[in-house]
């Protein structure tokens, strides 16, 4: 039952994000076994917030946009899949009109607001608000595809009482030792991560293929273990390793009555399954879970996002 209700709720958030995105846009997030897309950043990212930070005292201009676009960059080229460039130009109008194609994405940051304070009782109890505005830009129209907004309030408590950013200017070299920068980078991440995993972000799909079968006198797949493994068509040019856990779909459709969008199509999951066995352009899978209604078969195809966790969980 848990199962089920789980899969009935991504059920729900797959037909959301398709009446929100048309089918192009849609099918653009998905990337064949073996392809590669561009992943461009508009660089410096924006810092409306009002907040600043000094390089040191011979160096009185604010860093933190230069700071925050060499962090997310470096985070961007550890994307499998992904060619990463700066695009130097928050206008659209200057961005390259070539080079493009229809599934490269320009992603661009914002940081809106950035609010810290302290409180002292019985030590220091500090507070910190990062609210980031993402968008996301076609590479081939330039047409924002999406945007969202990021929020990251947290607290931390110290014990003894500290002084931390209690005196301006504020230098990088005291806010990078603060939890206020480790809290900048987390919400960084998860505007990188509308683009690389998650839901809506660009995801690996690739195929079951075929059943593993076993050879007569094999002492390396059992009986009882040959119905549950497959073949898939991704392997270890797609990144793939030994351990990890994908979602296992099966396109659905419906209906509706919008005469815009008559018909929605989202993918249900049926099963997750974990690599067993891995080469260069195939591997081999054992199902952990799969639907009792619709168990996996061949032909299901298998999600693999190109950042974060893969224990089959983000879709």
């Known amino acids: 039952m848990k199962f089920a209700r789980r899969s009935s709720l991504v059920v729900l958030l797959a037909a959301l994000f398709c009446v929100l995105f048309s089918a192009s846009q849609a099918g653009a997030i998905y990337v064949e076994p073996g392809e590669r897309f561009n992943l461009r950043l508009v660089t410096p990212i924006e810092n409306n917030s009002g907040f600043s930070v000094w390089g040191s005292k011979y160096y009185p201009d604010d860093v933190l946009s230069e700071k925050m676009s060499d962090y997310v960059f470096r985070k961007m080229k550890e994307i499998h899949r992904v060619d990463v460039t700066r695009l130097v130009s928050d206008n659209r109008a200057f961005w390259p009109s070539e080079g493009f194609s229809e599934k490269d994405m320009i992603l661009k940051i914002n940081l809106e607001e950035f609010y810290?304070?302290?409180?002292?009782?019985?030590?220091?109890?500090?507070?910190?608000?990062?609210?980031?505005?993402?968008?996301?830009?076609?590479?081939?129209?330039?047409?924002?595809?999406?945007?969202?907004?990021?929020?990251?309030?947290?607290n931390r408590q110290y014990v003894l009482y500290t002084d931390i950013l209690d005196t301006e200017p504020i230098y990088w070299e005291k806010f990078e030792k603060s939890p206020y920068w480790p809290a900048i980078r987390r919400a960084l991440d998860r505007a990188l991560a509308e683009v690389a995993s998650g839901y809506n972000g660009y995801r690996v799909v690739g195929q079951i293929i075929a059943k593993a079968e076993r050879v007569d006198g094999s002492y390396t797949v059992s009986k009882g273990r040959q119905d549950k493994l497959y073949h898939i068509n991704l392997g270890l040019r797609d990144s793939v390793k030994v351990g990890d856990v994908f979602a296992v779909t099966r396109a659905s459709s419906v209906r509706t009555i919008a005469p815009e969008t008559p018909?929605?199509?989202?993918?249900?999951?049926?099963?997750?399954?974990?690599?067993?066995?891995?080469?260069?352009?195939?591997?081999?899978?054992?199902?952990?879970?799969?639907?009792?209604?619709?168990?996996?078969?061949?032909?299901?195809?298998?999600?693999?996002?190109?950042?974060?966790?893969?224990?089959?969980?983000?879709?």
Do not use: N
């Not at 030590?123 to 910190?128: P, Q």
């Not at 199902?287 to 974060?308: N, R």
């Open 116 to 154: 810290h304070k302290k409180k002292d009782t019985l030590g220091s109890k500090v507070y910190w608000d990062v609210v980031l505005h993402t968008y996301i830009y076609s590479g081939a129209t330039k047409d924002l595809i999406y945007d969202s907004v990021i929020s990251e309030r947290d």
């Open 263 to 315: 018909e929605l199509h989202f993918p249900q999951i049926v099963g997750r399954v974990r690599v067993i066995f891995v080469k260069d352009r195939d591997g081999v899978v054992e199902i952990i879970k799969e639907s009792e209604d619709a168990p996996i078969q061949l032909g299901d195809s298998v999600s693999m996002p190109l950042s974060g966790k893969r224990d089959g969980m983000d879709f």
